[in-house]
């Protein structure tokens, strides 16, 4: 019997007890991960949670220094999961996680913001603050972004704050902005359409500032995002593809990382030499 790791919040846990039960009893020993005393390199941790539960893990790895991540097994459960989309077999059941088990390995490289790690997607200003949209049904058919449009819609009140934007291309840039996304390339599932962000380079941050237009402008931007990044037609929105970012203010700037929040006034976004071993399927 195979001899795994459990990281999991504890209501997941409690939700998903009769699941949990089930891998005990069939297919392997499940014993709780404790960073602390980690010692095995290679084995396998199951993950069971959403995007901000496997950001929590990374950097919990990361705070104990550990010089090789577990391999992950990862069960997506949650409002969001954006990055879980790009991968088959993530709904927590018995048969996925044996797919899982039985799958090969594949190395997902990691962002950094500052000192924090993250797979997916960072959000900052004014949209690191509005509410996810927990439709899946809405979210399945407006796609890219859709869980901001409820909070959008509910309060139009967005400050606007101003940032200065240093990248590899532009020593320094200004923009007046109430809210921005960094996308990391083919691995940002929720910010880039799946068919799409298979060709894109998993190593450029795929950026986008939104300008305060009106509600109109505003939403057609959105709408607009249906397409790629670099193609949009609309002034509301600045858009830069870069292998790294520094953006600061005068303010704090509030962000979510993986929809953990995080702030400073000072933003690096850059690639971890780091990487996460993760299951898929064969």
């Known amino acids: 019997m195979n001899h795994l790791y459990l990281f999991a919040p504890t209501n997941v846990r409690n939700e998903f007890r009769t699941l949990i039960d089930a891998i005990r009893e069939k297919v392997a020993t499940l014993e709780d991960f404790e960073p602390e005393t980690w010692k ?6 199951v993950v069971l949670g959403g995007d901000g539960s496997l950001n929590y893990f990374l950097n919990l790895c990361k705070k104990h220094e550990l010089d090789i991540f577990p391999t992950v097994l990862y069960l997506a459960y949650g409002t969001g999961n954006d990055f879980s989309r790009l991968f088959e077999f993530r709904d927590p059941n018995i048969e996925n996680f044996e797919l899982l088990l039985n799958g090969t390995v594949k190395e997902i490289p990691i ?22 949209q927990k439709d899946k049904g809405a979210k399945k058919t407006i796609g890219k972004l859709s869980y901001y449009l409820d909070g959008l819609k509910v309060s139009m009140d967005l400050k606007e704050q101003l940032y200065k934007v240093i ?9 007046q902005a109430f809210g921005f996304i960094i996308a990391q390339g083919a691995f940002a599932g929720g910010g880039i359409k799946i068919s799409e962000s298979k060709r894109l380079h998993p190593y450029l941050f795929e950026c986008a500032f939104f ?3 009106g509600l109109k402008e505003l939403l057609l931007t959105f709408l607009e995002m249906q397409k790629d990044y670099s193609k949009l037609k609309n002034d509301s929105c600045k858009f830069l593809r870069v292998p790294w970012i520094r953006i600061s203010s005068q303010e704090e700037i509030s962000i979510k990382l993986d929809g953990e929040p995080y702030e400073s006034k000072e933003l690096l976004f850059k690639h971890s030499e780091r990487f996460l071993p993760l299951l898929v399927g064969k």
């Open 111 to 132: 962002a950094q913001c500052n000192d924090r790690l993250f797979i997916n997607v960072a959000t900052g200003g004014e949209l690191a603050k509005v509410t996810e």
């Open 211 to 213: 300008k305060k237009n």
């Open 40 to 45: 095995l390199k290679r084995q396998t941790v």
């Open 167 to 175: 990248t590899e291309q532009e020593k320094e840039k200004t923009i």
